[in-house]
């Protein structure tokens, strides 16, 4: 179930990266997208610090998240944006790959529940910066 619905994530995250100029709408949904990301990337590290989940989904899953976030922040940081907006779309950038990189380190520790319980409140935070950036 955890898989099925990690890779339907991981499906929408990258579906909206399809190029083209970011304006006001692609700004909305791609901060939904990373705001969405975060939030998954969450529950796992709720989850990871429980020890409620196993290395081998919790590893997996961080990884297809982090990728996701990271394929996210790439297609922002090259595409052409609409006037008044760059601040926010290289800000949405920057927190994308910023969760992109909490997630590899949920990825690179499946184990740790330290760094689990570490992760979940920066990756929270990025919720609430990811909805203020859809806006």
């Known amino acids: 179930m955890r898989r099925a619905l990690a890779a339907c994530l991981a499906a ?7 190029g083209g100029t970011v304006d006001r709408h692609a700004l909305k949904r791609d901060a939904e ?11 796992l590290a ?17 990884k297809e998240l982090s990728r996701a976030a990271s394929d996210l922040a790439d297609a922002l940081s090259g595409r052409p944006i609409a006037p008044g907006i760059a601040a926010k779309v290289h800000k949405l950038s920057r ?3 910023k969760v992109a990189t909490q997630l590899d380190q949920l990825h690179l520790h499946p184990t740790n529940r330290a760094v689990a319980k570490a ?3 920066p990756l929270s935070d990025d919720v609430d910066a990811a909805d203020r950036l859809s806006k």
Do not use: I, Y
């Open 12 to 18: 929408v995250a990258l579906a909206g990266c399809n």
């Open 95 to 97: 927190l994308a790959a």
């Open 33 to 43: 997208k990373v705001g969405s990301l975060a939030a998954e990337g969450e529950l």
């Open 46 to 62: 709720k989850d990871m610090s429980k020890g409620a989940s196993t290395e081998t989904f919790a590893r997996v899953h961080a």
């Open 119 to 121: 992760m979940k409140q």
